[in-house]
């Protein structure tokens, strides 16, 4: 008899014992918790508990809930960053031309001004104008292109041709510019599948982006290899760095960071989105003295 008493005695003792311990535990988790609630920002987690495996396992779970929270809070802080940057390239890309337009109307206001002064301004305020609308044209464009009903009306196109009209269109800028251009296309048709004016603004906003950034060479190149047509744009890399490439597809990127050049930064956003929702794909890349954009279509 007085061994089953010494028996239950001790198995008391110990199930008091662990008792005691996993109330020390949990309190210790709740205080952790409470700790980590109060200051996130440290991206804490519970530690240096161990009582069961089936609390051990609960106890990672937690874990694994505050890592997720830490990484989602990560991303909006980085998206709220991101936004404010947003606004202020928008505002300023606005603020601009209006402060232009604005100083201008007060001087034809002016009494001392003269009739051939007022015209003069006129035309000013005219081309600010136009500048101002291109920039809220392309932010209203932006934000029809981001949502899943942009219209896309798909047909076969030949990329040669469409190549040939664009570029033809700008020949007397790069001749202003003194920029030597060289066109080298295949001779046999290459196809693809995509919306011709869509994919002749592609066209159109790598092009303009190569007039803003080249100095003296403008390279554009059409190969066709096994089923794919790929279009290289290429000029002189001239500031841009590897650390930059990663930034050129951003909204509101330009390589102007003074941001005066009357560039919103969207034009190769734009592109990227257009060349996406017809399935073909869109790079940046430095190869020597050259920075190059890469366009790949499925022929």
């Not at 996130?40 to 874990?63: A, D, Y």
């Not at 469409?162 to 046999?188: G, N, P, T, W």
């Not at 060479?217 to 760095?241: A, G, P, S, Y």
Request: hydrophobic letters at 40%.
């Amino acid at each position: 008899m007085i061994y089953i008493v010494i028996g239950l005695s001790c198995i008391c003792i110990i199930l008091t014992a662990r008792y005691c311990y996993l109330q020390r535990s949990i309190k210790s988790a709740v205080k952790q918790m409470i700790e980590i609630e109060q200051k996130p920002e440290q991206n804490r987690q519970l530690k240096g508990i161990i009582v069961s495996r089936e609390l051990e396992q609960l106890f990672c779970k937690i874990n694994e809930l505050y890592q997720n929270r830490q990484q989602e809070r990560i991303i909006y802080m980085k998206r709220e960053t991101q936004i404010r940057s947003e606004i202020e390239n928008i505002s300023h890309d606005l603020r601009t031309p209006l402060t232009s337009i604005i100083g201008y109307v007060d001087l034809i206001e002016d009494v001392q001004t003269t009739s051939m002064e007022r015209d003069e301004y006129l035309k000013i305020i005219k081309k600010r104008a136009r500048v101002l609308q291109g920039f809220i044209h392309d932010f209203y464009e932006l934000s029809r292109m981001e949502g899943e009903n942009y219209p896309i009306d798909l047909t076969s196109i030949m990329v040669q041709d469409s190549l040939s009209d664009v570029i033809v269109a700008y020949y007397h800028e790069f001749e202003k510019k003194q920029i030597h251009v060289e066109i080298i296309l295949e001779e046999k048709p290459c196809f693809i599948i995509a919306d011709q004016i869509q994919f002749n603004r592609i066209l159109n906003n790598i092009i303009q982006n190569a007039l803003k950034y080249a100095s003296h060479t403008f390279i554009v190149k059409q190969i066709r290899k096994e089923e794919e047509c790929i279009l290289l744009f290429q000029n002189d890399k001239n500031q841009m760095r590897e650390e930059n490439l990663k930034l050129i597809f951003d909204r509101f990127y330009t390589g102007d960071l003074t941001r005066n050049n009357q560039n919103t930064g969207l034009g190769l956003t734009i592109s990227k989105l257009l060349t996406e929702k017809m399935k073909g794909s869109i790079r940046a890349y430095l190869e020597g003295d050259l920075f190059t954009i890469e366009l790949i279509w499925k022929a």
